[in-house]
């Protein structure tokens, strides 16, 4: 467990899971970039205090579900996920998402592919799923650090405007609705997005 001291009296502390999702990085074959790629984006993202609980695992599907299950069950109000949701025979990171759901969240996934789209053909490929357990919400996201960014942020112009929505601007108010802590984020890195009468100002 890593806590990241992000100078934010007055918001509610926030614990995230983030789970690296590859056989090789697990075995120490390369070195794993999906866990400080996700850090990093949060960190910059967030004006929340984070604690987070950090996993690197192998292609296993119920190791993954375990893993899941665990996190949730510590407190983990948001966990994301990187790795393991293309065609090939291992990559299972779905399956084991949808396998501990209390509720599927379709909109996720959907929004993941356009973003990827803008990029590359080859993004309906990806099988990307967002579920709820409990008072937690569990996001698969892609491998690559670039692609974890742009689907978080979302894809912004020359100007800085927002072009297309990332995924991000939906997930504080989602955790509102389902429980959890009140999420603040850093608007020069992403818009989140509430109704007027969800909005709070900080303690």
């Known amino acids: ?99 501990v759901a209390h509720k599927e969240m379709p909109g996720f996934g959907e929004q993941m592919r356009q973003i990827s789209l803008k990029f590359v053909p080859t993004a309906i490929l990806s099988r990307q799923v967002a579920v709820i357990r409990g008072n937690s919400l569990i996001l698969n996201l892609p491998g690559q650090p670039k692609a974890i960014a742009e689907t978080l942020e979302g894809l912004k112009n020359e100007a800085g405007e927002s072009v297309v929505p990332g995924i991000f601007a939906a997930v504080p108010y989602c955790i509102d609705l389902i429980g959890g802590p009140y999420l603040e984020t850093r608007s020069d890195v992403c818009q989140a997005f509430r109704p007027k009468n969800a909005v709070r100002t900080p303690k």
Not at 7 to 14: L, R
Not at 26 to 37: E, I, R, T
């Open 1 to 99: 467990m890593t806590s990241a001291d992000t100078s934010a009296a007055g918001y509610d502390a926030v614990k995230v899971g983030i789970v690296s999702v590859s056989d090789r990085a697990s075995s120490g074959v390369y070195l794993d970039k999906g866990l400080p790629a996700l850090k990093d984006w949060l960190v910059r993202a967030l004006h929340n205090p984070l604690t987070f609980e950090e996993r690197l695992i192998p292609d296993e599907q119920a190791h993954i579900s375990v893993t899941l299950i665990e996190l949730v069950d510590a407190g983990c109000s948001l966990v994301l996920t990187t790795g393991g949701t293309g065609p090939a025979p291992r990559d299972v990171t779905p399956e084991a998402t949808l396998a």
